[in-house]
């Protein structure tokens, strides 16, 4: 039977076969350490959880909830952003509740792709960016780019070579997969552009608290004229250890908020109630909760980079997020990312994400997630040394599974 047009559009879902592999492995026994899917390890903080009890006990609020989110959760939103960013947000009108930041880009696709529509995407780049919107008919154009100087000229090339004149451009700084971070400065300038050229910015700010160098990463919001062309997406996923929860936010320019808020109203209820008052709760606090989670993953980052250093593979140390963007080494370049990634799992016990899910530009890298305490970092670093000590002296023997089949 032929696959539905929609399905037809979609590629292969490549963390799949890792899946698969991870799976295999493990039903053989082998403790494998997975370091492919950001899926934090961490608890959601206690008082969190006890926030949740807590209402979850009034039968009241087990009744259906608000699909833009209640009022007091978009308030705590807007609260935030007002701490963090000193930027404004009227919780009625621009703020929306979301079931995490991925459902809500999926839903804005939705709201304001007509078919044929261009997209400007970074490539490589957290997959929903892409085929959210080839889901709802609209075509991508990929921007192999850093967030530096080659960005507003490769825009301008953008704009001069896509009929029709794109519609939306995509940005996430801090970069899930490749952990790059956006200045201000750099904001402006792409603020000025979509301005100038009548498009609509979609910022993914989901790791906007998962930062090591002493500088908070800044929201494109904060840029004076944003709110007239962007929308930002954010997630309770990371900062606050709750990817269970599937609670995030989209805020920003009125109308594009207006058009997320009538489609969401149309697909579900909003996410259960006690969630949202646990998350306006989280999101009221001091802040001692997202210093913590933030220390982890720094610690867990510079064992990483230490010991894969020792063991023979270069890792440079992310600045920002929950990843690290690692080249394969050398002497499997040549590979690509897939199959270098099956036989980390293969030979090592060690899973990674393969550069080539995110785009066809990330096929010479991989992603490591810092998914795993300390302890199983160093260890998945001595299995990655025998397995790179191994593959020099006996080459022809290290070879996927995939390749005998």
Known sequence: MEEFHKVRRLPPYVFEQVNRLKASARSRG????????????????????????EVVRDPRTHRYSSSRGIPGLRRAQANYYARRFGV????????????GSKEGFANMAQAITAPGDVILCPNPTYPIHAFGFIMSGGVIRSLQVEPDDGFIPALERGIRHSIPKPLALILNYPSNP?????????YRDVVAFARKNDIIILSDLAYSEIYFDGNPPPSVLQVPGAIDVAVEFTSMSKTFSMPGWRMGFAVGNERLISALTRVKSYLDYGAFTPIQVAAAHALNGDGADIAEVRDVYRKRRDVMVDAFSRAGWIVPAPAASMFAWAPIPEPFKHLGSLEFSKLLIEHADVAVAPGVGFGEHGDDHVRIALVENEHRIRQAARNIKRFLASSAKQPDNVVPLAAHR
């Open 30 to 53: 082998a403790d494998i350490i997975d370091l492919g899917m950001g899926n934090p390890d961490l608890p959601t903080p206690k008082a969190i959880v006890d926030k949740l009890c």
């Open 88 to 99: 404004k947000l009227d919780p009625d009108t621009q703020v929306v509740a979301t079931l």
């Open 178 to 186: 490749t952990a790059q971070v956006a200045s201000l400065d750099f």
